[in-house]
């Protein structure tokens, strides 16, 4: 049997051609581990009516961890008319996949390391070397949404003075989508971020949150940021609102180190800072919770790419080095990283985006020879 179980998700789109990529690699490397394919994305979506099939949340219940490529969504319109004729009228409604299974399975810690590779032609500026802890369960996804608003909501909600403005819209004119916070949540990603400060010798961590205007969920994790900070005195907290750190972020990128912030606002700030190191080329993510882990790419699926083996995987090999970290194949994670920043170094075989003419297989490829 072999070590590792690891449930395969290419999804969609260029999902496919990263994920055939990183193949390459993990073989190169000999990584003890089955590979086991998985179904999700917007394929079945159109012919089962369900992007995450039952038997593909079975699958991640049985490995250890999950290699997740990329997913296509739609807005509703679209969706519904896409829906296999049979299943039209069935009242399903679209939902995205990778969300669902980061709620399902738990995996409240969104690790999103941003690092400028020297050499790269895409840094924005040299030495960037940021993490962003997302909050990856709750805050504004949480989905707890209504439109129309229910009169029993809204009669719960007046309570407070502040919705009196609101009193005389008809409730199908008043959309609200809710951002639930809680204190173990807040604590949770908190406790992350400090965490890997710790281990990696970092010496902030800063909060991104808005407490000045969103007083009570900002406030929350704010709150928390400062108690969990007391137990780690050789790391300074420091506190900035998600606004100013969008600028902070391109004024002076190098002052930054560990983000942690609440679900949107990480979504956010991780492309901003996915940016400042080459883009969706080398954006990475680790979706962690206490018992399983599934890593991706912050990028889409990129349909217009799809099959043209012509996108960057460099996102998805460091993706795949946060999962042998996981995996605790130290070694093997380190190896990956040295090889994808020599292939960067050199330059020499790079695709479209940092203006070379490699396909997606030739980087694998190279890669590969690399770890050699
Ligand atoms: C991300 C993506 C997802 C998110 C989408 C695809 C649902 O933007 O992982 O950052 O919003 O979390
Ligand atoms: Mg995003």
């Not at 380190?334 to 020499?348: F, M, N, S, T, Y």
């Amino acid at each position: 049997m072999a070590k590792h179980k690891i449930a395969w998700l290419p999804g969609d789109g260029v999902g496919n051609d990263v994920m055939e990529a990183t193949r390459i690699v993990l073989d190169k490397i000999g990584l003890d581990a089955e590979y086991i394919h998985g179904d999700i994305g917007w394929e079945f979506w159109c012919s089962e009516g369900n992007p995450l099939p039952d038997r593909t949340i079975e699958l991640l219940r049985n490995t250890d961890c999950c290699l997740f490529g990329a997913i296509t969504s739609k807005p509703k319109e679209e969706a519904q008319r896409e829906l296999a004729p049979e299943l039209q009228n069935k009242s399903l409604t679209y939902y995205s996949p990778i969300v669902a299974i980061r709620q399902m399975f738990d995996l409240y810690t969104n690790m999103r390391p941003c690092k400028a590779y020297p050499g790269n032609p895409l840094n924005y500026r040299d030495g960037i070397d940021l993490i962003v802890f997302r909050e990856n369960t709750e805050g504004l996804y949480s989905g707890v949404e209504f439109h129309p608003l229910p009169k029993s909501i809204m009669e719960a909600l007046s309570i407070h003075p502040k919705m009196k403005k609101f009193s005389d819209v008809p409730l199908e004119d008043i959309a609200l989508s809710c951002r639930i916070f809680t204190r173990k949540g807040c604590q949770r990603i908190v406790r992350s971020a400090f965490e890997y400060a710790k281990k990696t010798g970092r010496k902030t961590v800063t909060v991104v949150e808005k407490p000045n205007v969103v007083r009570e969920t900002s406030g929350l994790m704010v709150r928390e940021a400062r108690k969990i900070a007391q137990e780690y005195p050789d790391i300074e907290l420091w506190e900035t609102n998600i606004d100013a750190m969008a600028m902070w972020l391109i004024k002076n990128p190098l002052d930054y180190g560990v983000l942690v912030t609440s679900n949107m606002f990480g979504d956010i700030i991780s492309d901003l800072c996915g940016q400042l190191v080459g883009g969706l080329g080398f954006a990475s993510s680790a979706n962690i919770g206490d018992d399983y882990g599934l890593f991706e790419p912050t990028h889409g699926s990129a349909p217009k790419y799809a099959g043209q083996y012509k996108v960057n995987p460099m996102a998805m090999f460091i993706t795949t080095k946060l999962m042998l970290e996981y995996l605790e194949e130290t070694e093997a994670a380190q190896h990956l990283e040295a090889a994808i920043a020599a292939v960067i170094k050199e330059g020499k075989v790079k695709t479209y985006d940092m203006g070379g003419t490699s396909t997606t297989l030739e980087v694998g490829q190279e890669v590969a020879r690399k770890l050699g």
